[in-house]
């Protein structure tokens, strides 16, 4: 625990002006971002007497080595600095909403030459207009249903429409008349874009003009006695409006605004969002966090803000925001949404009427979303506390082991050996703290000596974090040689569900900061190198798991000894009996079946299992697709091709002459003799065989095999 006095800046260092301000704990991590508007009176208010301070920022403080700054113009740019900080950083102190879900939008493709309307979840696109979010995608094609009758959109993915297109015939939509047909022509590309964009007004509100015009269009059927087309006018123009019926109105002036509530206790809040457009709910979304800081109402409502809108643009801020609690600065926080929408935003307190009305629904779901957040996460922490300390129980440790670490090797009969590092702390998976290796020391097949690799270099990188942050003096010196950095040959692992691994940056504001804000700079700001994210193998477990018995065991341990490391525990789970087995000891030992401690040792193991084995299998499928012309250089991915789709095979190709091959589309001499080169050279290809019926498979189909 550090003591703020010992890092505390003078008075007469700190500026009196805007800024945003960093604190590090000693491994040079980021664990806090904030803001203010006098630089000098906030980080006093940090270092007065502990006993003053908050709970969760006396925590933070003596968490913290050092503190730095940055100074801007204005408040609006210390809000969005502080948004682009707290997205690169992820600073453990902050607040941070998480969705409690994917939730679905109605998509509407309008950057394709033929629009499609679809059902779409994660990232925004460029050229797609959105429109929800809608709490279960059931619901959107409920809706998209009924429109299509009016609205016969494409809804057909690209290979249907291809398909369709080639054939000449429409899918199933097309012949009942929910689908215009663009694929085979029945409407131009303009008129189909027409139809899309009607559809796009309908969704965003303005749906009076259309029933009037069927209505019309009906009346005028009728007195020309086309009954038939009146009555399908009369069915068009009713099942608009059971589409409108599914978002009834609930601001009569139809108004745009989104209403933002906050449910919230000593230790986690929960945020509920309504998006009204029309005077209609057209979306709602919630989010849940715990108060890792010491923050009020009007915080929560402006970490809200930013987690909203930070990445909108355009229409996507409505024109009027409600809340129930000012932030700190409203003004700076509206002048910020006005610069995002590009166009003057109302932030404000609903104090009667309908929308305090409405407000007062979107609280009580907040408080129904705290309230059920809070149910299903008692059992799951006490669930993970309990295995934490079955597991401590069974290995002797004096504490749970809060972080523990996994290692697993994969391989295919000796062939493309890796090892993967999986991280779990609290009981949770850390997917950004995952690693990836390949096993360079030596070739072929054995388990026992790759883990002793694999533990041996990513510890080494965890001592030369020690020693370059100049923790040396109370630890002793390993026995073997620390490595370089870098030398090591470890990659990055990647989240599998759509997050990326926190590597070294650049150490400068991240993407969406006003060029206003790098000027002036704080003279505290801290070589490039620490950049505040954390390095990759700078914080130690409590506790190493390997996917092995003894001997995994044994050699995991002694990497350990050669570096002089004796406070991390270790431990195998072996997967016959799911015993596990600990250093120096003959016997394993056996957790209970029902043991919550062994249930996490095997969702642990399973995940680097997993995680290990999904790598080699991507090694060994890019191994597989090698081919001779890989290796030749100035021939990209263009040529390549042009070269099979002129032969026909690389077979044909490995039988051409240099004067063939200059035959080929842009394929010069010297180009032409370096692939001849390149097939004289490499290693005839073994046949491939139909493991099925055993038949060799020759490469003259047009296949790419080598």
């Known amino acids: 625990m550090a003591d703020p006095s010992s890092y505390r800046p003078k008075p007469g260092q700190i500026p009196d002006s805007p800024g945003v301000y960093k604190f590090r704990d000693e491994h040079r991590r ?72 994917s939730y679905p939008y109605l998509a509407v493709t309008l950057n394709e030459e033929f629009p499609r309307v679809q059902v779409m979840r994660g990232a925004k696109k460029k050229g797609v207009r959105y429109f929800g979010p809608y709490g279960h995608a059931w619901a959107i094609r409920e809706t998209v249903d009924l429109m299509l009758r009016v609205f016969p959109v494409r809804t057909c993915s690209a290979g249907v429409f291809k398909n369709a297109e080639r054939t000449g015939r429409p899918c199933l939509l097309g012949y009942i008349g929910k689908c215009s047909a663009p694929c085979v022509g029945r409407v131009t590309p303009e008129e189909h874009r027409d139809l899309a964009e009607d559809f796009c007004d309908f969704m965003a509100g303005r749906t009076g003009t259309y029933i009037r015009r069927l209505e019309k269009d009906m009346m005028q059927a009728a007195e020309e006695m086309e009954y038939e087309r009146a009555a399908r006018l009369r069915d068009d123009a009713e099942a608009l409006k059971r589409a409108m019926e599914k978002s009834a109105v609930v601001l009569a002036d139809a108004t745009d605004a989104d209403l933002i509530a906050v449910a919230e206790d000593e230790l986690e809040a929960a945020v509920q969002i309504f998006h009204v457009r029309g005077g209609r709910v057209r979306g709602q979304r919630g989010w849940v966090t715990d108060k890792v800081e010491a923050v009020d109402t009007a915080g929560l409502v402006e970490h809200a803000l930013q987690q909203l809108y930070g990445e909108e643009t355009g229409d996507s801020v409505p024109k009027e925001v409600l809340v129930p609690a000012l932030p700190e600065d409203p003004d700076a926080v509206s002048q910020w949404l006005a610069d995002r929408r590009g166009s003057q935003v109302s932030l404000r307190i609903p104090q009667r009427g309908d929308k305090k009305d409405l407000m007062g629904t979107v609280q009580r779901n907040a408080q129904q979303a705290l309230g059920l957040h809070k149910t299903k996460r008692a059992s799951d922490l006490t669930t993970r506390s309990r295995a934490l300390e079955e597991i401590a129980e069974a290995l002797g440790l004096d504490t749970a082991p809060l972080r523990v670490e996994c290692f697993d090797i994969s391989h295919l009969q000796g062939d493309d050996v890796v090892a993967s590092m999986v991280v779990f702390e609290d009981g949770l998976a850390r997917k950004s703290e995952y690693r990836r290796f390949q096993i360079k020391g030596f070739e ?33 010196a390993p026995t073997g040689p620390v490595p370089a ?76 000894d050669e570096l002089g490391i004796d406070d991390i525990a270790v431990c195998g789970l072996a997967k016959r009996l799911e015993e596990v087995w600990v250093p120096d000891d003959d016997d394993p030992v056996v957790l209970p079946r029902s043991s919550e401690g062994l249930y996490l040792l095997q969702r642990i193991r399973d995940e680097a299992h997993r995680f290990a084995i999904t790598y080699q299998r991507a090694k060994r499928a890019k191994r597989i697709r090698s081919s001779p012309l890989d290796d030749v250089p100035g021939l990209g991915e263009t040529r390549k091709q042009a070269l099979i789709k002129h032969f026909g095979s690389v077979k044909k190709l490995r039988q051409a002459t240099i004067d063939e091959i200059c035959e080929v589309p842009g394929i010069g001499r010297r180009t032409a003799e370096s692939v001849a080169a390149a097939f004289a050279t490499a290693a005839p290809a073994a046949p491939a065989v139909n493991t099925a019926t055993g038949e060799i498979i020759e490469e003259d189909d047009g296949g790419s095999r080598t």
């Open 30 to 101: 980021v664990i806090y971002v904030g803001k203010a508007k006098n630089l000098r009176q906030r980080l006093a208010n940090y270092f007065q007497d502990l006993a003053g301070l908050h709970p969760r920022t006396r925590t933070m403080v003596t968490t913290a080595a050092s503190v730095e700054w940055t100074v801007v113009s204005t408040e609006v740019e210390a809000l969005q600095l502080e948004y682009s900080w707290i997205k690169e950083f992820d600073p453990r102190f902050n607040v941070k909403y998480r969705d409690d879900k």
């Open 444 to 476: 072929g097949q054995d388990d026992v000596r790759s883990m002793h690799e694999v533990i041996g270099r990513r510890f080494k990188r965890y001592l030369q974090e020690k020693e370059r942050t100049g923790e040396w003096e109370d630890t002793p």
């Open 485 to 560: 950095p870098g030398g090591t040959g470890e990659t990055d692992g990647a989240d599998e569900v759509g997050g990326t691994v926190e590597t070294p940056g650049t150490g400068e504001p991240g993407p969406g900061v006003a060029p206003a804000a790098q000027e002036p700079v704080t003279v505290r700001e801290e070589p490039r190198e620490d950049d505040g994210r954390p390095k990759r193998f700078a914080y130690p477990p409590q506790l190493v798991v390997v996917d092995g018995g003894q001997p995994q065991v044994a050699a995991a341990k002694r990497a350990l």
